[in-house]
T-cell receptor
Framework: DAKTTQPNSMESNEEEPVHLPCNHSTISGTDYIHWYRQLPSQGPEYVIHGLTSNVNNRMASLAIAEDRKSSTLILHRATLRDAAVYYCILILNFGNEKLTFGTGTRLTIIP | DTGVSQDPRHKITKRGQNVTFRCDPISEHNRLYWYRQTLGQGPEFLTYFQNEAQLEKSRLLSDRFSAERPKGSFSTLEIQRTEQGDSAMYLC?????????????FGAGTRLSVL
């Protein structure tokens, strides 16, 4: 399985944008890039996913590099409720169904 | 749609006892997954069902672990002869989608403590 690399932790001020990076240099052409987050004492929660083009939804934006070897999750205006561990996961299309979590990035929001 | 439900939320047991956890997926989701999460780590895949068929099992799932999904609805995860190393959060997720774009919805988990 292709692997992802994320910083262990990041901090951001409340109400400012947050850019969470993910490197996936061994990504294959059929791998989707998924982001999940896990708030304290909760199960993981889907955030966003994409294949090649940048994606936006109500929670966040996903910017995918042209060579697809990296991506960035963008929270446009961080709130205290966004404090969580964020996981970048590659999912092989037409492959196995499981999510392979790394250790993720622990995001701390400073009031 | 009430989301994925797991029961119990917490379970304390003595070493050597058997425990069983239940997961009720989102209705009409045909895929159901079990994961285990220990402190400070991301969740680790245990097993996966499509409808009632168990399609994949991780090497983490020793002979003491068994999972079922009768009639393709709820699922149970049983751990026999529990060990202290089994202490963890057990997470269930369900999904219904195209492979690769398969979005999984997680329950809040069952936290197991083996004394």
């Amino acid at each position: 399985d292709a692997k992802t690399t994320q910083p262990n932790s990041m901090e951001s001020n409340e109400e400012e944008p947050v850019h969470l990076p993910c490197n996936h240099s061994t990504i294959s052409g059929t791998d989707y890039i998924h982001w999940y987050r896990q708030l304290p004492s909760q199960g993981p929660e889907y955030v966003i996913h994409g294949l090649t083009s940048n994606v936006n939804n109500r929670m966040a934006s996903l910017a995918i590099a042209e060579d697809r070897k990296s991506s960035t999750l963008i929270l446009h205006r961080a709130t205290l409720r966004d404090a969580a561990v964020y996981y970048c996961i590659l999912i092989l299309n037409f492959g196995n169904e499981k999510l392979t979590f790394g250790t993720g990035t622990r995001l701390t929001i400073i009031p | 749609d009430t989301g994925v439900s797991q029961d119990p939320r917490h379970k304390i047991t003595k070493r050597g006892q058997n425990v069983t956890f239940r997961c009720d997926p989102i209705s009409e989701h045909n895929r159901l997954y079990w994961y285990r999460q220990t402190l400070g780590q991301g969740p680790e895949f245990l097993t996966y069902f499509q409808n009632e068929a168990q399609l994949e099992k991780s090497r983490l799932l020793s002979d003491r672990f068994s999972a079922e999904r009768p009639k393709g609805s709820f699922s149970t995860l049983e751990i026999q002869r529990t060990e202290q190393g089994d202490s963890a959060m057990y997470l269930c997720a369900s999904s219904h989608g195209t492979p690769g774009e398969n979005i999984q919805y997680f329950g809040a988990g069952t936290r197991l403590s083996v004394l």
